[in-house]
């Protein structure tokens, strides 16, 4: 549908989906899978990205081309795409306005337009992220931008920021970094380089199996972690960070930042939204909103309890596809999700260790009871396997 036919749209779907990205897909394609008809996506760009590769892609281990597919190439057989942009929803008149103009009506709704990035977050970041030195892997052009930085590097400081939460996948601004150490300890300058790490945490992860393995690989490649050094300004005039409660500085010859993330503001101006986080509200179980029983919430965008990630939507697709079934049956949700997340720390460019918790914070190993332990297995998995189940089955709701 082009933007001039939104514009006139008044059609009302059994199922709407604002966001075509992991969770949007997933959903809309598992629902179709059960025989469901008539389910829309709303979402406006041409392109698809899977970014767990954006890691790789700025660490040197992927090309750009493998991150990303026209969309209509993986929007799931039988679901209508409208190519447009949502900006507010009427949950009373069960209705949805886009951005050409037009609304569209629902008897279901699923709400899943992910995470903002807001480099306006911290002072100095905006600017700095548009001169040469500064990069990131949380935007595709970004992600190639560090790839060609890092890969230069013979010298210098180089300094790595994790944001404080919340955050898709938080973790993933230290991928990167490994990699980088291990691509330069190979070329002989890791030596030369001051490579720096600041979290916001006090632990480099927060749960103590995981802790011991990352640290073991920071004592490795002789990183500097500061810890609970949240980013407070960046002057890339002067190429200088400020972080931490003591206001500390540091100069830096390569910077790599995750930015400060938000909620899409049209959420809370459409009422759907958690007060305290502005993420859209749901029954943290059951993916249902407590306010408005039509509408569903999960991936980045929802105010689930889990660490944001695509190995939580694993999980949160198939709860929220059963207990929306259920509802379309008259019956009762009963599915519940149990706060799984998982973040893949790749900790060389061949090993890799899988962070899979609760939202608890508890270890909840779904692949092997190991997955935490540094290995060769969990990278296969992470740069070859889950690519290829991404592309061809967790976009169609086959896995
Ligand atoms: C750098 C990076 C590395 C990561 N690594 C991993 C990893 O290794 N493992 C892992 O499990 N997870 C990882 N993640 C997290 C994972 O990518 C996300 O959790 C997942 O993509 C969330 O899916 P989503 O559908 O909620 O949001 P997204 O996939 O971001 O999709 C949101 C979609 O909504 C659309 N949209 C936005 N606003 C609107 C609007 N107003 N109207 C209509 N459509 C809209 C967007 O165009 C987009 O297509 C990583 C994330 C990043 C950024």
């Known amino acids: 549908m082009s933007n001039a036919d939104a514009a006139d749209a008044t059609r009302t779907h059994r199922i709407l989906v604002i966001g075509g990205g992991n969770a ?86 699923v709400v899943c337009p992910g995470i903002q990035n807001r480099w306006d977050g911290i002072p100095g970041l905006a600017d700095a992220i548009r001169t040469p030195a500064v990069a990131s892997n949380y935007e595709f052009d970004l992600a190639i931008k560090a790839s060609a930085l890092l890969r230069e590097v013979r010298e210098g400081t180089v300094v790595f920021v994790q944001a404080q939460g919340p955050a898709s996948c938080a973790g993933a601004a230290q991928k990167p970094m490994y990699q980088a150490c291990a691509y330069w300890r190979a070329k002989g300058v890791l030596d030369d380089i001051r490579v720096v790490m600041l979290v916001p945490d006090p632990t480099i992860f927060g749960i103590p199996e995981i802790d011991a393995e990352l640290e073991r690989k920071i004592a490795e490649y002789g990183v500097e972690l500061h810890t609970e050094a949240e980013l407070v300004s960046v002057d890339g005039n002067l190429r200088t960070v400020t972080y931490g409660a003591d206001r500390e500085q540091i100069t830096y010859d390569v910077l790599l930042v995750e930015p400060p993330q938000s909620a899409p503001s049209w959420i809370a101006d459409s009422g759907l939204a958690q007060a305290a986080s502005g993420f859209a509200d749901v029954d943290v179980r059951t993916l249902r909103s407590p306010m408005h029983p039509d509408v569903w919430a999960l991936g980045d965008a929802a105010a689930t309890t ?46 890799a260790v899988f962070a899979e918790f609760d939202d608890a914070r508890r270890m909840a190993p779904t692949l092997w009871r190991t997955s935490y332990r540094e290995s060769r297995r969990n990278w296969f998995i992470d740069r070859w396997m889950f690519p290829q189940v991404y592309w061809h089955g967790i976009l169609q709701g086959r896995a």
């Open 24 to 109: 949007g897909l997933s959903v809309a394609g598992r629902l179709r899978r059960a025989g469901i008809t008539d389910i829309a996506v709303i979402d406006p760009n041409e392109t698809h990205y899977y970014k767990p590769l954006f890691s790789h892609v700025a660490g040197g281990t992927a090309r750009a081309s493998e991150a990303r597919r026209p969309q209509r190439d993986v929007m799931p057989k039988g679901v209508e795409w409208i190519q447009d942009t949502v900006i507010k929803v009427d949950p009373k008149a069960h209705e949805v306005k886009l951005a050409a103009g037009g609304t569209v009506g629902y008897e279901q709704l």
């Open 306 to 351: 889990n660490s944001k990630s695509g190995g939580a939507l694993r999980k949160q697709v198939k709860v929220l596809v059963e207990n929306l079934l259920a509802v379309l049956d008259g019956r009762e949700p009963t599915a519940r999700y149990d706060g799984y997340g998982v973040c893949p720390f790749t900790v060389s460019r061949s090993t």
